[in-house]
């Protein structure tokens, strides 16, 4: 088994940890502390990041099924319902059979859902202000480009 002794050893002058690490490492830090933040933001709705933005996926395509709001949200189907499951039991959404299925759910949003997603739409946009704080409209852009690109060369490399 190698230690960390045989690794400085074996090049004393180099690094162990390239910048690359670094960059990688940096790459995971920012969405970590992203969610941290968040969910901070809106404990006090008694919401997680996960519901937020299963509400968020619902006002933009209502009537998604179980199914397809589990692939939106990048969950599992039984971690999807579970997430409905509690929406529901706060009167946020409700899920509705499929005339043609009745093993098919679609998710609608109530009322209250909908008076909630402007406030938890500020709180977020509170957070990505201070997310972004300092950095222009064209180093946002770019680094959009940047990210779109490393999530590009990411899922060719798992094809």
Same mark, same amino acid.
């Not at 006090?44 to 397809?68: I, M």
């Not at 590009?152 to 798992?158: P, T």
């Given at each position: 088994m190698t230690t960390n002794a045989d690794l400085k050893e074996a090049s004393p002058s180099a690094s162990f940890l390239t910048e690359t690490d670094e960059l990688? /490492?940096?790459?995971?830090?920012?969405?970590?502390?992203?969610?941290?933040? /968040?969910?901070?933001?809106?404990?006090?709705?008694?919401? @997680?990041?996960t519901q937020w933005r299963t509400l968020a996926y619902v006002f933009r395509s209502e009537g998604l099924t179980q199914t397809e709001l589990a692939q939106c949200v990048e969950l599992e189907r039984a971690s999807i319902g579970q997430t409905i499951d509690r929406l529901e039991e706060l009167n946020y959404v409700e899920r509705r059979k499929v005339d043609d299925d009745r093993r098919v759910w679609k998710?609608?949003?109530?009322?209250?859902?909908?008076?909630?997603?402007? @406030?938890? #739409?500020h709180e977020a946009d509170t957070v990505y202000e201070k997310m972004l704080k300092g950095?222009?409209?064209?180093? #946002?852009?770019?680094? /959009?480009?940047?990210?779109?690109?490393?999530?590009?060369?990411?899922a060719e490399g798992s094809k």
């Amino acid at each position: 088994m190698t230690t960390n002794a045989d690794l400085k050893e074996a090049s004393p002058s180099a690094s162990f940890l390239t910048e690359t690490d670094e960059l990688a /490492f940096l790459l995971e830090e920012v969405p970590r502390r992203l969610r941290q933040v /968040f969910d901070e933001s809106i404990k006090r709705f008694g919401l @997680t990041r996960t519901q937020w933005r299963t509400l968020a996926y619902v006002f933009r395509s209502e009537g998604l099924t179980q199914t397809e709001l589990a692939q939106c949200v990048e969950l599992e189907r039984a971690s999807i319902g579970q997430t409905i499951d509690r929406l529901e039991e706060l009167n946020y959404v409700e899920r509705r059979k499929v005339d043609d299925d009745r093993r098919v759910w679609k998710i609608y949003l109530l009322p209250a859902a909908l008076e909630l997603l402007p @406030t938890l #739409r500020h709180e977020a946009d509170t957070v990505y202000e201070k997310m972004l704080k300092g950095i222009s409209e064209i180093e #946002r852009v770019r680094l /959009f480009e940047i990210l779109s690109d490393l999530s590009n060369n990411l899922a060719e490399g798992s094809k």
